[in-house]
């Protein structure tokens, strides 16, 4: 546990050394940090696993932050490569939309373990609730003043993976207290890239907003991993 706790304390620590030299600009040295910063939430997760035993559910969410880490990499080319923008968005988003249906075959088989019944309607209300606020966030976007363009419909996809999981995590959390710590990593995600939303396509450039975004983004993945040690 102590290893844990250590790995996810050096995630963050990492991520606002990243967000300073980022601050400044995009090189090899920011995502080196970044990278590192990806590493740590890994570890965390791997050293949690060591504590209390491996699992299908454990080891699913150990693939989710594996592909968390292959999002934040491309998605830092993005910047360095201004060029290839659009290309970079698209696989680094892909990544992390695989990566959430690992983190749901997680949450399946912990719904199917702890309250079984609930499964089905679980899984139909999420889909409500994730159809409802895609169509929110997309038809606000201009109200917030951000302008997808070409990706507005990949963007809308992940829109509703995001809030489709933090819905059903929610709904399992509601009946079960201890998987808050994963709904909670959820919402800091879907908080997150709410952030980097209004910095790829809202114009918001303010150095402040990179520490956000990055910050939500790393604690986010940091409470996923933890979660492992109360997930048995």
Avoid at 12 to 28: D, G, H, N, Q, S
């Amino acid at each position: 546990m102590i290893g844990s706790i250590v790995f996810g304390v050096f995630s963050i620590i990492f991520c606002v050394l990243f967000c300073w030299f980022r601050a400044e600009k995009a090189t090899v040295y920011s995502l080196i940090l970044k990278t590192t910063s990806s590493v740590c939430f890994i570890l965390c997760g791997i050293f949690a696993i060591d504590a209390v035993g491996s699992s299908n559910i454990n080891l699913l969410i150990i693939v989710g932050l594996v592909l968390g880490l292959i999002g934040d990499i491309i998605l830092d080319l993005k910047i360095m490569y201004p060029e290839q923008s659009n290309q970079y968005f698209v696989f680094g988003t892909c990544s992390f939309a695989v990566g959430h249906f690992f983190y749901f075959l997680s949450a399946v088989l912990y719904n199917s373990a702890t309250i079984p019944s609930h499964l089905p309607w679980n899984i139909l209300a999420s889909v409500g609730v994730a159809i409802v606020l895609t169509l929110v966030i997309m038809l606000s976007s201009k109200k917030l003043k951000m302008d997808f363009g070409k990706m507005t419909y990949i963007v809308a996809f992940y829109s509703f993976i995001l809030t489709f999981m933090v819905a059903f995590t929610i709904s399992i959390a509601i009946f079960v207290p201890m998987y808050w710590i994963f709904a909670t990593g959820m919402i800091l995600f879907f908080l997150s890239d709410l952030v980097l939303s209004m910095q790829y396509f809202g114009g918001r450039t303010e150095n402040v907003w990179i520490y956000v975004n990055h910050i939500l983004y790393y604690l986010a993945q940091v409470f996923l991993a933890f979660s492992i040690l109360y997930l048995v």
